[in-house]
């Protein structure tokens, strides 16, 4: 039997060989299994219940270094809230499981729970079991059950030629204040990576060597890397208006990244107006400071939790103008996904993204 | 702030502080948070769907020395099935969460993956979605949900002084199965923990000097180890006869943890008749074998995911008798939690069973 290591094949190879092993779901109920931001499933009176999971790990996902315990709790309620805000449902209900290290105290698991607490008041779910194990690292594994009319859910797939492409807030600020975070680390640490430069203390306002950038300059990208806010709002927003998005995903991996799903799943291409993308003024000051395109934070940085929409230009006018952004268009198939730079020139927009067992591929 | 280290209060010390930090849910639709098998929520029309989680761990729970990946698929899936069984529901739902460390390859997951679709075939459930990391350690987390008429759902809570105490199946061959596999590792690596005795190969029928046991001696026992069969055929015929018995618990870590459970959620006492809890030939072997106590493995043993239940003697004649058996009786609180010996002696019976950050208490 061959030995294919996961890096060989990446996260979304693994999840296609993993899904054929399964075998076709049959269930009459299941409106819709692996392959979107949440699974569908009728639960009676035109009712659906959507659900998702997703895993935590330190050193992965998090450091503890510089997440507070109860921001880590909110967070990982929030990145799951997102997935079912990208299905145009409403969170009820969650499991928490913890994998737990001996460093970590009770007092700072309470903290946790009351960042998932706090969470949940806000996003209008109840966390209703779980478990707990001992592990070797820090981790959390979170499943969210939401609720939606049948009609109202919304899929990545759907969207057509012509529809616009959308996004809600702005992207690549998550990824801009997570580089500060580490630049912090690393001033903290004595260096920038190799050791010798960055004499500045964080967050005193001076700068060491290539050190740590001031946290009191980044408030806003920072706050949005520990804190994320998914995009329960436009959900309501939309249901307020009547307006249903032909496709919608949330901005989990780099917008980059989704479009691709987006497309793929809906059997369409689409061209990124790069100049269109909204980008916050802090994430322009981190990519000089660290000397790089801001469009690698926008397209590529992921965490933004924002959601992605295609939609055709007639509803969208329906919509509040303050609610999102239009950032390309979505073409045929044969076009594939372009993107088109601020001075014109179109150029193939690599999916990039962060994927699992691979790594960052930022180009 | 005070450092208190998990192990200081236990398993389930931590989680009453964690549901203290949560705070109460408020949700009319919620009937049963934190604290039985499952947790239950309406979901219209009298149904209600059960949740519950479970995270499996490399290294705590399984060790990939003597446990195929096919059979830890079929592992992972069953303890939550068992749950479900243990709220008298059906499975219907599940996600499957995977930290997968870079030893393990695509192939070995198609195998896991083949045995969670075993798994899902024999207990009518689908698995709809899931999340994959990388990780230190290979780890499993599944949620499952089930449903069932509301007023079906049996909880731990219910049982009454003068029910009958009673048992699916048999109890601690499961434990005596993993410590015949542990004596077969042992034997692998030249000793039975001292690093001297024990030149028996595993398996070959010989028995080196206190290691490995022959396995096709005990192959029962091996196989309520690895392949556990959760009792869904008992809900079923309950279901079938009309009958609901007055509480439940799923016997996951010890019968003497799981009677303490049912007591203190039922608000009442037990008397365990130690001489009628029933141990198959190959426990009592292998007891015998390891020197120990066979109600060591009965009682504290764990892992058998057979169902505990509460029941007024005329709702048990109605069902066949050999589809459990009466181990002991509910009494009032204030007499406790006893076992009555096979000699007669009654003594306190120890909660015991394993705890996480505690490890087993067996005395």
Request: hydrophobic share 40%; proline share 6%; net charge negative.
């Amino acid at each position: 039997m061959p030995f294919t290591p996961v890096s060989a094949v990446g996260e979304f190879g693994l999840i296609d060989r993993l899904g054929h092993a399964l075998g076709q779901p049959i269930d009459d109920d299941l409106v819709q299994g692996i392959g979107d931001d949440a699974a569908v499933y009728r639960v009676g009176e035109g009712r659906v219940h959507v659900v998702t999971t997703d895993l935590l790990v330190e050193g992965v996902h998090f450091d503890r270094t510089f997440v507070p315990m109860r921001y880590l709790g909110w967070k990982a309620l929030a990145v799951n809230v997102s997935d079912v805000a990208a299905s145009s449902a409403s969170p009820r209900w969650a499991t928490v499981g913890l994998g737990l290290p001996n460093n970590v105290s009770v007092e700072q698991l309470e903290a946790l729970y009351e960042g998932l607490a706090e969470a949940c008041a806000a996003f209008g779910c109840t966390i209703v079991g779980g478990d707990t194990v001992a592990a070797a690292r820090l981790h959390l594994s979170i499943t969210l059950i939401g609720e939606a009319a049948e009609d109202a859910v919304v899929y990545r797939r759907g969207a057509r030629p012509g529809d616009l492409l959308c996004v809600t807030g702005d992207l690549g600020s998550a990824a801009a204040g997570l580089r500060v975070l580490l630049s912090g680390k690393q001033g903290m640490e004595g260096g920038s990576g190799d050791g010798s430069g960055g004499d500045g203390a964080p967050g005193d306002g001076t700068e060491g060597g290539g050190g740590a950038l001031p946290l009191a300059d980044f408030a806003y990208a920072v706050e949005r890397q520990l804190y994320p806010r998914p995009r329960l709002d436009r959900v309501k927003h939309w249901a307020e208006r009547g307006v249903r998005p032909h496709a919608l995903i949330d901005v989990s991996d780099g917008l980059a990244s989704e479009v691709h799903h987006l497309c793929r799943a809906s059997g369409v291409g689409a061209v990124i107006e790069g100049g269109l993308i909204p980008v916050h003024i802090q994430t322009l000051r981190a990519a000089e400071r660290f000397g790089e395109d801001p469009a690698t934070f926008a397209l590529y940085g992921g965490e933004d939790y924002e959601l992605l929409f295609a939609i055709p230009e007639s509803l969208a006018a329906g919509l509040d103008s303050d609610t999102f952004a239009v950032v390309g268009q979505v073409v045929e198939a044969e076009e594939g996904v372009t993107l088109r730079q601020p001075d014109g020139e179109v150029i193939p927009l690599n999916p990039g993204g962060f994927e699992h067992f691979r790594g960052p591929r930022p180009e």
